[in-house]
């Protein structure tokens, strides 16, 4: 069974305080890894798919990097507005649904 | 915006009640999923369609939920007989035939009383 586990389940930092989440995942043939942003009440929107160990990909202060066992969304010089949920999730091989982690909710404080 | 649109945004019913969600996909995507988020957790597939074919549904989804896309456009998703433990937001995606990056509707919150 497809598992996906991110850390920290919650992140407080200051403006300008850089830092990274955490997604662990056990999969059965990696298809790709998705990473998405979530604010409240809304639906969760695309960031990233990483699909080979080795991939990073990247889009403002986000950067996002894969390993064969976990991935990291990396966070440069945060500003309040990147406060939000992100959310990690896999596609395994021959499948076209995801598997969501539980997320990492952000708190930037100015 | 040529996004996912779901609708309603809210639903509140009574134990019991049926209710139907709608969704629209994005024009050009033959692929419609949906989810289901409780608070703090992440989205949980329920069941996905390619063009007005059901492929796949969780295990998980109960035989009081149904869903239905016809003619491969939109889809509504009912469910029957509702109780507390359906309380939640419903997410619908959408992608193309390169199958990746989903496209989210904003999602119907629905609360039974």
């Known amino acids: 069974e497809d598992q996906v586990t991110q850390s920290p389940e919650a992140l407080r930092l200051q403006e300008g305080e850089s830092s990274s989440l955490n997604c662990s995942y056990t999969?059965?043939?990696?298809?790709?890894l998705f990473w998405y942003r979530q604010d409240p009440g809304k639906g969760p929107e695309f960031l990233f798919t990483l699909y080979s160990a080795g991939e990073e990909k990247e889009k403002e202060r986000l950067k996002a990097t894969l390993t064969k066992k976990e991935s990291f969304l990396h966070i440069t010089a945060p500003k309040p507005e990147d406060s939000a949920t992100y959310l990690c999730?896999?596609?395994?091989?021959?499948?076209?649904?995801?598997?969501f982690g539980k997320g990492t909710m952000l708190l930037v404080s100015p | 915006d040529t996004g996912v649109s779901q609708d309603p945004r809210h639903k509140i019913t009574k134990r019991g009640q049926n209710v139907t969600f709608r969704c629209d996909p994005i024009?050009?995507?033959?692929?419609l999923y949906w989810y289901r988020q409780t608070l703090g957790q992440g989205p949980e597939f329920l069941t996905y369609?390619?063009?007005?074919?059901?492929?796949?549904k969780s295990r998980l989804l109960s035989d009081r939920f149904s869903a239905e896309r016809p003619k491969g456009s939109f889809s509504t998703l009912e469910i029957q007989r509702t109780e507390q433990g359906d309380s939640a937001m419903y997410l619908c995606?959408?992608?193309?035939?390169?199958?990746?990056?989903?496209?989210f509707g904003s999602g119907t919150r629905l609360t039974v009383v």
């Open positions: 999969v059965s043939g990696l298809r790709g």
């Open positions: 999730a896999v596609q395994a091989g021959g499948y076209s649904t995801l598997t």
């Open positions: 995606a959408s992608s193309g035939r390169d199958n990746y990056g989903y496209t």
């Open positions: 369609f390619q063009n007005e074919a059901q492929l796949e």
């Open positions: 024009s050009e995507h033959n692929r």
